[in-house]
């Protein structure tokens, strides 16, 4: 995750909100490697039909999914362990008529922290209650288009942008913050400034805007991935737009670290500054590196963008036990800069820093998962020399 908002203008919302003030000069400590941000996608069910949905989800019920004792055990350990954080996620989370069963051993908790990750077409106004009501301190509501039809047609269903409106608004009501969720393609790359804009006129606190990778169904749409072109762009334009927004609008960008490293170039008016930069982007985690994913059905990844790894089973095993530092799956995401192997990241001096960008888009468009992210365009040589970096950041 790459706090923009926070780089450019040292001024975040809901972030700050979640994690407490933080900045270049003194980054979150939030989670660590051993107390991550968990990412619960507590069903593969879902109401949508999304061209990119990361865990293919389905309309019908899996029954592979944990039952709500088991989901309730899992709750309960969250809590024992004193997880900073935990989203809800799916499919779509509210499909689960358990949903509330599950979640009530947390409630009220301290830590965890409550989150919401949702398309936002079941949040009726008891819903959006109900969740302040549990203790939610954020709601992430997808939105990809402000033109109604091309977000409906991306997410496979007629009317889904006017029913995901109307779970903000009563998101809103409720007095939940809210955010919205924006997977970045070539082609809605550039109506950006527009959703911006629109979200701000909504209320909305904050936006994430995730670069499309390359996982679950969205295999099969890897010609939507953005150019080099497109990306530097966006970073520019990014910066003009965290300075108009800063302290009403919180921007994000997910699954694109590398974006980071030239953002921090770009912002720092000298090698100190750039370095300071440098360590908020290494706080911030990566998969597997300060959160994790559960799936539906128990097993923990190291994020739900890398599914083809499984670190444990939660039906056999415990998350504590899973995240112990000698567990051998999960020491290749601790110590990734290890393990890249691509001609660019494999010798990048930032490759720990970014973690090597996406491992789901390296294993699609080049058959390896320790390969290069297609997606990275910094000439990190360049940088490395211009900022005085003559070896590997540690």
């Not at 969720?181 to 994430?208: F, M």
């Not at 997910?254 to 921090?264: E, K």
């Not at 039906?315 to 660019?344: S, V």
């Not at 973690?355 to 058959?367: H, N, P, T, W």
Request: hydrophobic share 35%.
């Amino acid at each position: 995750m790459i706090p923009v908002s926070v780089m450019v203008s040292g001024k975040g919302t809901v972030s700050v909100k979640i994690k407490g003030h933080y900045s270049a000069k003194r980054p979150p400590r939030f989670s660590d490697y051993f107390r991550p941000i968990v990412f619960w996608n507590i069903t593969y069910q879902c109401n949508l039909k999304c061209a990119h949905c990361y865990i293919n989800a389905l309309p019908v019920h899996s029954l592979r999914e944990l039952s709500t004792d088991e989901a309730r055990r899992v709750s309960e350990e969250l809590v024992e362990l004193g997880i900073p954080l935990v989203i809800f996620s799916g499919g779509e989370p509210l499909v689960r008529k358990d949903f509330w069963e599950i979640i009530e051993p947390m409630a009220g908790k301290s830590r965890p922290k409550l989150s919401l990750s949702t398309n936002g077409t079941l949040i009726t106004k008891d819903v959006a209650e109900k969740l302040a009501s549990y203790g939610f301190m954020y709601i992430g509501i997808s939105i990809d288009s402000v033109n109604p039809k091309w977000h409906d047609k991306f997410r496979g269903v007629d009317g889904a942008f006017e029913s995901a409106v109307k779970g903000i608004k009563n998101s809103i009501e409720a007095g939940l913050d809210v955010g919205i969720r924006t997977t970045i393609t070539r082609y809605n790359v550039d109506e950006v400034p527009s959703i911006l804009q629109w979200a701000y006129d909504n209320g909305i606190k904050r936006i994430s805007l995730y670069i499309l990778d390359t996982v679950g169904r969205g295999t099969n749409i890897k010609e939507w991935l953005p150019s080099h072109d497109q990306l530097r762009k966006l970073a520019r334009m990014l910066i003009e737009e965290a300075r108009k927004y800063a302290g009403y609008l919180e921007i994000l960008v997910v699954r694109a670290q590398f974006l980071g490293i030239y953002l921090a170039d770009m912002l720092a008016k000298d090698n100190e500054e750039f370095l300071d930069y440098i360590k908020l982007l290494d706080a911030q985690g990566n998969c597997g590196k300060k959160s994790i994913s559960i799936y539906p059905d128990g097993i923990v990844k190291p994020c739900q963008f890398i599914d083809w790894v499984s670190l444990g089973d939660l039906r056999r095993e415990r998350l504590r036990d899973i995240l112990r530092k000698d567990n051998p799956k999960l020491r290749p995401f601790l110590e990734i800069e290890k393990h890249l192997k691509g001609e660019r990241c494999g010798r990048c001096h930032f490759r720990r820093i970014c973690g090597g960008g996406s491992r789901g888009r390296a294993l699609e468009i080049y058959g390896d998962p320790w390969a290069d992210d297609p997606l990275c365009f910094i000439d990190y040589d360049e940088i490395a020399k211009r900022r005085g970096i003559e070896t590997e950041l540690v």
